[in-house]
DNA sequence: ACCTCCTACTAAGGTAACCTGAATATAATG
DNA sequence: CATTATATTCAGGTTACCTTAGTAGGAGGT
């Protein structure tokens, strides 16, 4: 059950989201059309000095076998590779290749973009505002 | 690809209306736990003195196919009825039945409340300028 | 060492929410 | 009328998850 009549606020801030979300996917389309939305929560939960598939899983909320197959994936287009963990035999950790790494600058400036342009269209001081507006929104809901 | 480090406006978008939307979601959950979420398309672009299945599919920007199987759903259920379009016999208008109206009511309810709540935390004032905040976000991007 | 319990991962199959392509019925148009 | 367009439905596919059930390798107690 959603929505009603005039722009409710939940109805602005799913459409807000999908349009500023929308310029990063594209920029990730843009860099490389194999890699699917779905494999952003890989990127952005991952860690720099290697992660295990089960703390990765947690992180991004899902099972570790459906991170399994986001993993399978970025592997097979060299993003990723799995190391053996030299702390458990029974582990693998997960690291970037060089390209994974790239791929990660690019998108970290493609949301520093997004983030400057909603500067310019707010003011500083506005976007200021809207990120203590929607924090206050998360504490509370 | 999606977020980074710190509370980006992106990500903090996504919590938001996560947060907020889910408290609409589970309003309607107790209402009727058979209604799933992607029903929620329906109900948001429904027209009271009916509506033909292309045109809410193209309201809820998803093919006819797609939203004829979500119309089958609440129809089974019992919140939709399809009737002959007496203007054009290849259509049908798709009209809710009592427990429709009731289940939309419903929704709207609970949309309210949250606004009220949202008010209430943000201030009259400050609800008003994260509308306009929101707004400006959608038309420039 | 040995046995039991745990943990990381993999395999297999299922479901929800979409999609594309093709069929069918009816309309609208030259 | 014959042609083309429109409204819906039918059949089957894809993506992004999930659940259930292994398997291989550690860890601790005896």
Known sequence: MAPTHPP???AQLYEAYL???NVVLEVG???DARIRPAHSAVFFHMEHDGIRLG?????AQMTPQAMGELVD???ELGYL??????GDR????IVFTDQGDKALLTGYAAI???????????????????RATLSRIIADF
Chains 1, 2 share one sequence.
């Open 81 to 86: 590779r799995r190391v053996p963990d030299p």
């Open 8 to 10: 409710h606020v939940v």
């Open 55 to 59: 703390r990765l899983a947690e992180k």
């Open 19 to 21: 349009r500023v979300s």
């Open 29 to 31: 389309k843009t860099f």
């Open 112 to 130: 520093d973009e997004v983030e400057r342009r909603l500067a310019t269209l707010l003011g500083e001081q506005g976007l200021t505002d809207l």
């Open 90 to 93: 029974r582990a693998k950790l």
């Open 73 to 75: 994936d970025l592997e």
